[in-house]
């Protein structure tokens, strides 16, 4: 029966690659084919049996018009900090299994149960922190769902350990979304708590922990970020005043027709962070690229129907800066 109700989604999950592909926010990649993300529920199918310990899943991603990717999970061995699970990973193309391949995943966690790696049976590389695998969110989902403590501390921040979590807060207008942030000095374990409010969130299963990206590094002098209108992270560590610290970009406003909006907040020389009014309210977007020899940032967005803004900051001593280029051109 499990066979056949997957033949029907996998035919319906093809189908629907065929009649259109949906551009939506999700997890920055670079993937050969199209990806399912955590937008993007529609274009995959769990399936769940009932085994003496534990369930096994199946999933269905959409590869592509015409293609789809079942994981069909085999078995799970479960040892004291870690699983191991066996899929099965076939390839459908209009309709029709051309590949079929066996991976196996070890999901580990840390003495206290946090989930800390995913790798490979036969290969130590820690898919948490590959941007590079395309199943990255969803795999990491599973990890949680093993490991319901959630992820160990991440490597997002080179000297701070982060920590947040997300609450629905009614309002007499709508519905707010409240993000309490803990960051932990790794050095002295002092410990800073922000409470920040997003003025329009959208989705409320926000994961700060699989949609984080970092473009923090002071050797290089020319960053070129990848965040995009429609796939972005919601959480990024960058430092954007050039003052050699770890800031980070949190996101403020999603769903206008100009990108995604974000709330900056730097960090000062006692290790504390900030919330930059300025920039969260006059800047807003994140830049495209980060010239650290210049000490400027250049930015561009789609401003009404059929126009791109671009323009470029100076950031000036005294955390002061001013626009010194804009300009306003046709699409």
Known sequence: MKKIFLSIIIGLLVSNCKKEKTNVKSKIVVPKT?????????NSVKLKEESSKDEKESFVFSCGTGCAIVYDEMSRKRKENSIEIKYTVTQYINDNAENESFKTYIFESDEKG????????????NLLNDDSFIWKEKFTEIGIELFPKGLISNSLFKKFEFKYTVTEVETEEDTKYLIKINLRDKETNKIQKIDFTPENLYNKNLNLNTSSHSYFNPNQSLIKASEGIERYHDLIVLDYNFDGLEDFAIINYEGSNGGPQFAYFKQNSKKQFELDESFTN???FFPLEMNQKEKTLEFGHPSGCCQINTFIVKILPKEKWKVIYTKLEDI
């Open 34 to 42: 199209e990806t399912l993300s955590k937008h993007q529920s529609n």
């Open 282 to 284: 006059e800047i807003r």
């Open 114 to 125: 946090y989930l800390k790696s995913i790798h490979l049976i036969n290969n130590q590389i």
